[in-house]
């Protein structure tokens, strides 16, 4: 049954930094484009970041560059979500999902992902 597990999530303060992990299980992430995406309570789910695990090519939020970095492990089967200078904004439930149909990033439509994990809580709070 094919999976992602996302991992790394915490309380942080503002200014701080954390990694958040996105493994797969069942198959191999080495030809897919992963998406990374964000919930707050009480908004939908946006798109922050997302890489192609292909040739590692990158896209983020405009509420994110220059903060977060996507980078992969293809031999660990795992993507990254670097994320620093965190804002109490960037708090919310962090999912990771397979872009269906296109190795490389296309956007944030969450019609054309799957395979969500089931999230990991970033809380930035001082």
């Known amino acids: 049954q094919p999976q992602l597990v996302e991992s790394g999530g915490a309380l942080v303060q503002p200014g701080g930094s954390l990694r958040l992990s996105c493994t797969a299980s069942g198959f191999s992430l080495g030809y897919f484009a992963i998406g990374w995406f964000r919930q707050a309570p009480g908004k939908e789910r946006e798109g922050v970041s997302c890489?192609?695990?292909?040739?590692?090519?990158?896209n983020y939020a405009d509420s994110v560059k220059g903060r977060f970095t996507a980078s992969r492990d293809n031999a660990k089967n795992t993507v990254y979500l670097h994320m620093n200078n965190l804002k109490p904004e960037d708090t919310g439930v962090y999912y990771c999902a397979v872009q269906y149909g296109n190795n490389y990033c296309s956007g944030y439509d969450r019609n054309k992902y799957g395979y969500w994990g089931q999230g990991t809580q970033v809380t930035v709070s001082s």
């Open positions: 890489i192609s695990t292909q040739d590692g090519s990158t």
